[in-house]
Structure formats: C-alpha cells, structure tokens
C-alpha cells in the first residue's frame, strides 16, 4: 500500500485522546473513496471502535443533502484536510450535535474570534460570507441495537488550508493560509482532535445547551435577512437553546429543524 506524503503523527494524536477514549485510533491514508464512507461501511459491517481517519485525497468526498464535496486541487501540498470521527455515542438528546461540532472546530481554528470564523447554522465555519470548512455528520444503528443503545456516530470535517478556486462552488470559498500563512494539514488536525473529542463527549454528557452562547457569539446569519430553500423569507433570530433556527416570517416566528432544509442570506444564490 502507498504510504502518506505527510507525517501525521498518528500515535501522537491517539495518545491524547485514549485517556478520554480508550482504544482510540488514528489511521492516515493516502487516498480513499470518502472518509465518512468508509466509517459508515466499517459501522455497517459492525466495527463500531472509536477512530479518526484521515485522507490525504477522497475520490468521491460528500456533503449535505447528497451534494459532493470537492478538495482543493493542489495535492501535493495537502490544500485540504479531510478526516471523519467515528465513535459510539447515546445522547438523550441529539439535537444540536452538529451546531455544537461547529462550535469546537471554530474556536480551534479561531479561538479568540480575531480572524472571524463563524458558524452559518447548522454547521459550516465562514469568513465573510465565505466558507472555510464543511460537516458532513451520519449516524449508523448497529444490528443488535435496543432502545437508546449507542448509536455509531461519524463526523466527517474539510477545511480549505491552502488557497482555492471558487469555480462549481455554491459559496465562494476562505482558506487558513489567508491569515495563516505557514498552516499545513497535519498541525492542523493536531490541534482540532482532541477538543473535538471533548465536546462531543461533553454533548453526549449534557446536550447543546452548554454551547448555545457560544454559537451565538459566532452565528453569522442572525440580525440577518435570509431565504429558505423552501422559498420562505424572514430575518434570522438566531438558535434557540435546543439548536433550531429561528425566522421571523410574514407568518410569525418559525422554528427551523429539518436538516434538509438550506439556509442563505438574501440574495445568495442556492
Ligand atoms: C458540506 O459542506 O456539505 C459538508 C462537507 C463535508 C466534507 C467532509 S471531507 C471529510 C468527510 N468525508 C466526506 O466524504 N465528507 C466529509
């Protein structure tokens, strides 16, 4: 098998993370289909341990409501990095995992906000209305499973390093290298594994409440006037305590749940 082009310092990463996660793993390959595919087959064939995986390239990256999900072109210099989370997990309550997910890889990636990383609900990270990092998250049931049995949870995250085009993209993209201009793929995973391990352990423990300010603080689209892909208007309220978003219509407040519904502010195309 090919080896990877970077050093990623697997053992260093599951070290930190075993005491939170015995048994954790990290895998780096070069190339794979989808790394979320490939947590989501594993699971499927009952191989539930908790893992990170992480690929150099994915052949058929995807992202929400089955859109594909397409790396930076420049390989070589690891322009992306994309990795999925797989592990069990049993919430009493699984609404707002995504906003909260979203929450942990902003403040990694931004912690003091100076950069402007927000979080457009439920879950990519923007700069200026430009999008730096996608989430794609799944869950799958193992066979045995009874009522409020774990569930397999798989998290999967790209986030745009180096510089890309914005041709065949929704939204046009934001790189780290923007502001930071030496960030490489490896030290970036590095520093967002762990406290995004925490935080999904501390939603599975206490629920999205805990991360509602923080999302707050970060959410780009409330104040704002935005478009439901449903074609309903508003102003956006924000998220309210238990992850939904909140628009104000003609109709009067709507609380948005379904994740099969985008979200855009006025006048961004879908
Ligand atoms: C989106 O913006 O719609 C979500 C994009 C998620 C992309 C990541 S890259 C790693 C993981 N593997 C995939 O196939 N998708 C996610």
């Not at 260093?12 to 015995?22: D, G, K, T, W, Y």
């Not at 085009?165 to 939204?171: I, N, P, S, V």
Request: aromatic share 6%.
């Amino acid at each position: 098998m090919r080896s990877t082009t970077a050093a990623w310092h697997e053992h260093r990463i599951a070290a930190s993370i075993a005491p939170l996660l015995p048994g954790f793993a990290v895998e780096a390959v070069p190339e794979i289909d989808s790394t979320n595919t490939e947590l989501m087959r594993r699971a499927r064939a009952g191989r539930t341990e908790p893992v990170l995986l992480v690929a150099e390239r994915q052949t058929a990256g995807r992202g929400r409501l089955g859109r594909p999900w397409q790396s930076a072109q420049r390989q070589e210099e690891q322009a992306s990095l994309t990795f999925s989370l797989g592990l069990p997990l049993a919430p009493a309550d699984w609404s707002g995992l995504s906003l909260a997910v979203g929450v942990s890889v902003a403040e990694s990636l931004d912690p003091t906000g100076t950069h402007k990383v927000g979080l457009k609900w439920p879950n990519d990270l923007w700069v200026n209305d430009r999008k730096l990092v996608g989430i794609l998250i799944e869950t799958a049931l193992p066979h045995a499973a009874g009522p409020g049995a774990a569930r397999y949870l798989v998290i999967g995250i790209g986030i745009n390093i180096g510089e890309r085009e914005a041709e065949g993209m929704r939204t046009p993209p934001a790189w780290l290298r923007q502001w930071r201009p030496d960030a490489a793929a490896p030290e970036v995973l590095r520093e967002l594994a762990e406290p995004l391990v925490r935080s999904v352990l501390a939603f599975e423990a206490q629920g999205f409440a805990q991360f509602a300010e923080r999302f707050a603080a970060r959410d780009v689209l409330r104040g704002r006037e935005v478009t439901l892909s449903d074609g309903t208007e508003g102003v956006c309220e924000g998220v309210a305590w238990s992850g939904e978003l909140q628009v104000r219509t003609s109709l009067g407040l709507q609380t948005i749940t379904s994740d099969e519904v985008s979200v855009r502010p006025r006048g961004m195309a879908f």
